[in-house]
């Protein structure tokens, strides 16, 4: 008798092909979950072995069915991995090799594991010394790298590097990319927990210690201690040997993050993010899938690694809309974190001081449990918040600052404490336009006005990234020095506070200033040593970072974030005036908040002023209720986009007649989306608006499943879009 066919179901890591059967060869020992590689034409492709039943009957002849060519030596996606993948692909409306591509990371998972050949200097001088290779010895004296790197900082060519290792100057050294990371240890540097902080720590540390699925929400004010709380619940994921992952919103905040850890375990983590090195990648992507790594710090990509044996998430700041991914599958880590916890049975931290109304409401109904630190830690009191009516305060012209905030800037330097200034909007100003004629600067490819850095004498493109240099003259009508910036930025406001208090030594921190975790730990090192009295920030510095000697916190423009009206505009303007005016008093002197703004009675301001956080929230709470918004109902985008205008509108309206009819579903559009253009491409748009109640993933996958449209013509779903451009 022949021995049973062993049929495979593999989904191919490449996009557009939906998952396909091959034939497991004798001797071949794969089980779902194993990465192999397959034959698909003429070419060998990676894929996983997925189980059958997730994808329905199959149809192929038998006969027909090609051999798996390899298995790769590497640990097996585990079946808990396997569900979120499902998940995601269900519900974000994508396809399973989208998000096994982020499970895989790349070529992480196929590069088996070895070494990698690092230079160092030998001592020995070359007999033929040119004037680059002598530079390049001494800019390298104890230097160790690849080729490249050395190279790189140096500053010379690759070739004069290795023309030095022939010459016998540098030697070869072998590196294991295997090199195992040390371990955390639980109880290095134990802090002593106040009350509020014991309560929380224990209702985490007890569900590490069950393994069991439970999402918590970490409610704390800023500075109340939530990340010396959710240590204990790694500490207690450690003496488990659990593995753990912290998710950071930003790549910015991991360096004072890791400082922080190793204070208290002993060690740095391992990290994760986006502009790692593949060596770097290719041993954390090794050691998380083994086990052998236990704390993982990154930003959201990481959530869809392999670990071995996870047994906490921890989703630190957990409200930031940097969670939600907006290109390529469109998912929000904070939510995706909590489907990974329930399919692998493990706790899930959303830690804030101002959490999600969606999060909160998951409280409300039950389902996720709420922990509150409600004061700050120590003798540190929350600050006192005042609003400034900039119609009554006013500034003086072509300035910003009212006098009011001005005084108490300059009492701050007198005192030699520091101030934050918050205004997020980055570069000079956000508009540039001819006083003679009237022309304003507009991006070639995006329907965005080009916003000008002075710092860098260059007009860019916030959304594609276009820059220009600007131009001596106006380019419409040609007459020369007729260009003005109209509207504030972070470097304008850095000028007039240089102009105003010309003894002030201040800072610019934004993305543009603060683009690597070096760049960031540089600037946490002048803040601490007090080598700056003034910080001009953007949200970027509203977050996570603690420094004790800030008194003053002055928010510039209050009701920019609330024009546009977007849904999230008052939460989000909420949150990051509470954040911002969280970093001031952290330390034992009181802290003061100035909020500027023309509505000082709108209910965002009044809240904030009142400090009555749950009032803000009912309110709001109530209006997304009455509006049927999230969390109570649901919305997903349909964004069509080709180079060519008509093309876009011509698949938009295929889409809008195709339109489909269900209870409690309305769909808006097709209409031009707001950002009508973006990198070259014209966007349309329609949005569905549903009850909870319906199967809206379902019923988008019908219709959009059933139209066909010209390959240059891109429709993508944003399931619970956070941005409505
Ligand atoms: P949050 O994340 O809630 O804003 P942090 O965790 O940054 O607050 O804590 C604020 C400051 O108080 C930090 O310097 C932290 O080290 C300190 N702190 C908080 N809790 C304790 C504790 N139990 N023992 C010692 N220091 C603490
Ligand atoms: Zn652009």
Redesign the pocket.
Known sequence: MNPPLKRVRVVLLTQAIGPLDYRLPDGMNAKPGCVVMVPLGPRKLPGVIWDEDIFGDDTVDAKKLRNVLELVECPPIGMGLRRLVDWVADYYLTQHSAVLRMVLASSAAFTTSGTITEYRRTGLEPARLTPQRAAALDALEGAQGLVRELAAEAGVSDNIIRGLIKAGAFEPVTISVDTPFPEALPDFAA????AA?QTAADAMTSAVREGSFTTFVLD??????????YFEAVAEALRQEKQILVLLPEIALTQPFLKRFEERFGVEPATWHSNMRSTQRRRVWRAIADGSAKVLVGARSALFLPFANPGLIIVDEAHETSFKQEDGVRYHARDVAVMRGRFEGFPVVLAS?TPALESRHMVAIGRYKGLE?PSR??AAKMPEIKAIDLTVDAPERQHWIAPTLLKALEERLDRGEQSLLFLNRRGYAPLTLCRTCGHRFQCPNCTSWMVEHRLVRRLACHHCGHVMPPPEECPECGEADTLVACGPGVERISDEVNRLLPEARTIVATSDTLWSPEKAAEFVARVESKAVDIIIGTQLVTK?Y?FPELTLVGVIDADLGLEGGDLRAAERTFQQIAQAA?RAG?GEKPGEVFIQTRNPNHPVIAALVAGDRDAFYDAETEQRKSAGAPPFGRFAAIIISSEDEREAIEAARAIGAAAPQADGMYIYGPAPAPLAMLRGRYRQRLLVHAQRSVEMQAIIREWLGGIQFPRSVRVGVDVDPYSFL
């Open positions: 802090p002593q927990l106040n902080q704390g004010v800023t500075g109340s201690g939530k990340t010396e709380t001081a630190i830690f120590g996570g603690h969280g952290r």
